[in-house]
């Protein structure tokens, strides 16, 4: 009988996939590192709060990745990725503050030349990253260093 290395329950199985959890995780926050900054910066009618809310929400998510980097390589096996979460749970939060301040100044048409609500592609891409950011800082919170 012939016994493969790469067996469901082997220990290099089990690496091979933590690894491409993290590489993946790490991607999507890139992804949403950079969508955050292209929908802050082209968004050049936004009020001066969600200006500020979505800069801070650039911030603490540059902060969670740069934690998690630090984390990866010095924790210990078996902690898990708390620090990381809780900081990109607060991205979350500014991203969520950021753009219902924005969905509540224009959605009637106040203050824009729309007589209806008109929302461009920096508005999708702030939803995106809201969402991307809870799934990534629930993700850090549940996951565990092997």
């Known amino acids: 009988m012939c016994s493969f290395p790469w067996t469901p329950n082997s220990p290099s199985h089990q690496k091979a996939k933590m690894l491409v959890l993290l ?3 790490f991607v999507v926050h890139i992804a949403t590192v950079i969508m955050l900054f292209v929908s802050t910066i082209a968004n050049v009618n936004a009020l001066k709060a969600v200006q500020a809310f979505m800069i801070l929400s650039i911030i603490f998510s540059v902060i969670s990745l740069v934690v998690f980097v630090f984390q990866l390589f010095t924790m210990e096996k078996g902690n898990r990725f708390f620090l990381s979460g809780a900081t990109m749970l607060v991205c ?11 969905t509540h100044h224009y959605a009637s048409g106040y203050g824009t030349k729309y007589s209806q609500s008109h929302h461009g592609y920096c508005f999708i891409l702030t939803w995106i990253c809201f969402c991307f950011s809870f799934i990534i800082g629930i993700l850090y919170l549940v996951l565990r260093k092997k």
């Open 23 to 25: 590489a993946g995780i």
């Open 92 to 102: 979350w939060l500014c991203i969520m503050v950021g753009a219902s301040i924005y």
